[in-house]
């Protein structure tokens, strides 16, 4: 284990996985625990907050399951009450709660639109709101956010509300960045290109004839030849919650195997 964020408070939304094996957020959850994070996993299910904590336990971490939904601000503010009143302090807000729904603006339901920008969007600004304020009362911090490369790149799937969501919240990165800059708090995006996730089985995958041929044009798709992990993902935001990247904040970096300068 290494020291990276030895002594810091982590707070992480999405912590749990949508199905077996590693999840963006949780394999980010685990490895800032293994540098030395107390990490604090939330997650909308109780169960997936509870594995994720299980793993972290079995590692010598150190990390505390919560459950919240954030598209509820009170919950949200609930679980940031619990850590404050744990810990004292949050030094990484990391935002890694999304949802795909498939739909042009024809065949979309209304309520499928909102719900889309009201999880990947909005309840980003609903953590940001209620974390910022500890953030400037202890003088810095780090919020990393999860977009997508989906955010600045059109691909085959026809999930317009995700692509509006994902553009917006890498708007709302740059602003908060700007905006908190002079107050020590910086904050930076990742967007994850073809990552294997559990998320693309149960999300993604009926965009395809099966399972082979999911994985065969994904693979194709970067040009590296091969889909990205979430531990791709996660050490990306491990260096921008670290203080290795202390003079670094508004970046939105690809994670995508060349994918973006591909133009594929």
């Not at 692509?163 to 919240?169: E, I, M, Q, R, V």
Request: aromatic share 6%; proline share 3%.
């Amino acid at each position: 284990m290494g020291q990276r964020l030895k002594d810091k408070v982590a707070l992480v939304f999405g912590a749990g996985s949508s199905g077996p094996g590693w999840g963006n957020g949780k394999a980010a959850a685990a490895l800032y625990a293994r540098e030395g994070a107390w990490v604090f996993a939330v997650d909308v299910r109780a169960d997936a907050a509870e594995e994720t904590r299980r793993v972290i336990d079995a590692e010598g971490g150190r990390c505390v399951a919560l459950t919240a939904d954030v598209t509820d601000s009170a919950q949200i503010l609930a679980a940031v009450s619990a850590v404050l009143a744990t810990a004292g302090r949050i030094d990484v807000l990391h935002n890694n709660v999304g949802i795909t729904e498939m739909g042009d603006p024809i065949e979309a339901s209304e309520e499928s639109w909102h719900r889309v920008l009201d999880t990947n969007l909005t309840g980003v600004f609903l953590t940001c709101k209620h974390v910022l304020p500890a953030m400037l009362a202890q003088g810095g911090g780090s919020i990393v956010n999860i977009s997508s490369l989906a955010s600045i790149q059109v691909n085959t799937y026809p999930y317009t509300s995700y692509y509006a969501a994902k553009a917006g919240l890498n708007h709302l990165t740059r602003s908060l960045a700007v905006r908190y800059a002079p107050d020590n708090i910086r904050v930076n995006a990742v967007l994850p290109g073809v990552i294997d996730t559990p998320l693309i089985y149960t999300q993604i995958a009926g965009q395809f004839e099966d399972v082979d041929e999911m994985r065969r044009r994904r693979n194709a798709a970067s040009p590296m030849g091969r889909m990205g992990d979430a531990w791709d993902v996660a050490h990306a935001a491990l260096f921008l919650a670290s203080d290795e990247a202390k003079y670094i904040t508004g970046v939105c970096l690809p994670v995508d195997g060349g994918k973006a300068c591909a133009g594929r």
